[in-house]
C-alpha cells in the first residue's frame, strides 16, 4: 500500500525533472529571433480539383441467362476467354420433374389419338366427295382439321423431346440447350461449372447468371464525387486519371456524366460520375483497377505561388495578409495586404502585393501553454 505510492510519487518527480530539463534545453537552443523562417515566392501552378474515386470498368457487361432449366452439361469456355457473338458457352440438360415428363408423354398420347380420328374421318370424307355425296366446303372442313391434328402432333413431339434431352432436332432446324454468347467480348466472370443447377429467365423470376461478359476495349472510368464538389463539375470537365496498379502512367479523359441524383454511403452523399477515357496507347488497362480521377475544375500555370498557411484572412476572408521582413537589421516583421486568386488546399496565388523572389515570414507554430 503505502510502499507502493511513495515509489509512484518517486518515479513521477524524476519524470517531472526530466521534462523539465529537457525543456530548458530546447529553449536554450532556440534562436533569438523566435524561429522565424523566410519562404520565397515562387512562380507555380495551381491547380483546383476535385477528386473522383472509382475504378476502371467496362461500358457494357452482359449478363448471361438460361431460358431451359436443367443441370450444366459441359463449360466451352473459361474466365478470360474471348468469345464470338453466338458462339457456344454452356450445354443445359434439361433435368425434368417426372410430372413433367408424365405432362409431356400424356400430351403426346392425346395428339396421336386425335391425329389417327382426324385422319379416318379425312379419308372416308375424300370417298364420299368422289362418289359425290358431300360438298366441297366439307371436305376443305375435315382436310383442315386433319392438317392442324398433323401440326399439333408434331408440337406434343417437339415438346416431349425437349422435355427429354433439351434439344429438338426438327426439320433440320436446331432449337437446342446450348447458351449463346449475347454479345462479343472477354469473359469476366464464370458463375457455374458443370453439375451445378440452372433455374431458367421468366417473367416472373431473375434466372441463374451464369457468366458475365464485356467488351474489354471499351473502357471507362465509373466512380463517386463527394456532393461538396459536384456543383463545380459539369460534363466535358478534363480529368486526369491516377490508377493504383499503375503508379508511373497518366490516363487523361473527359467527365461525360454526372448522376442527377446522389447515393447515400456511410453517411457521406455521393454522386456517380462516369469519365470517358482518352486512348493511351502503350497502357494496358484491366476491369477493376482501382483509380482515382483529378477533376480539373480551374488550372493557372506559372502564377506567383506561396504556401497557403503563411497567409492571414481578414473580415470574413474580405482581406489577405503577410508578414514580411521589417526593413532593418533587428526590425520586427511588418504586415503587408495581399490580393489572392486561386487554392490548391496546399498553396495559394498571389495576383498583387508581391513580386516573385520576394520573402514572406513563416512564425514557428505557436506553443500551448497553460
Known sequence: ????????????????????????WIRSRRPADGGIKLVDV????????????GQIKPRVEFHVKSKISGIVKRCYVEVGDRVRPGAPLFDILPDPTPAELIEAQTGVATAQSAYTLAQAEYGRATRLSDEGVLSHDQLDAKRAAYEQAKIDLGKARDSLELTRKGRVTDGGADMESIIRAPAGGILLTRLVN????????????????????????????????????????????????????????????????????????????????????????????????????????????????????????????????????????????VKLE??????DGLNIEIRSGLQQGDKVVERPPREITG
Open 194 to 333: 458443370p453439375g451445378d443447377p440452372v433455374v431458367p429467365l421468366t417473367s416472373y423470376q431473375a434466372g441463374t447468371d451464369l457468366a458475365t461478359l464485356a467488351d474489354m476495349t471499351d473502357l471507362i472510368f465509373k466512380g463517386t464525387v463527394d456532393e461538396i464538389d459536384v456543383g463545380k463539375l459539369k460534363a466535358g470537365t478534363p480529368a486526369r486519371i491516377r490508377i493504383g496498379a499503375l503508379p508511373e502512367s497518366v490516363v487523361t479523359g473527359r467527365m461525360s456524366r454526372i448522376a442527377p441524383q446522389a447515393t447515400e454511403k456511410d453517411g457521406a452523399r455521393l454522386f456517380d460520375v462516369e469519365i470517358e477515357l482518352d486512348p493511351a496507347p502503350g497502357i494496358v488497362l484491366r476491369a477493376g483497377y482501382s483509380a482515382n480521377a483529378d477533376l480539373i475544375i480551374r488550372e493557372k500555370k506559372d502564377v506567383l505561388t506561396i504556401p497557403e498557411r503563411l497567409v492571414t484572412f481578414e473580415k470574413d476572408g474580405a482581406k489577405a495578409y503577410v508578414e514580411v521582413p521589417g526593413r532593418g537589421k533587428d526590425a520586427p516583421p
Open 1 to 24: 500500500g503505502m510502499g507502493r505510492l511513495l515509489r509512484l510519487l518517486a518515479t513521477a518527480v524524476v519524470v517531472a525533472a526530466l521534462a523539465l530539463g529537457g525543456y530548458a
Open 42 to 53: 515562387t512562380l507555380g501552378s495551381i491547380t483546383e480539383k476535385a477528386v473522383a474515386v
Open 338 to 343: 495581399v490580393e489572392t486568386g486561386l487554392s
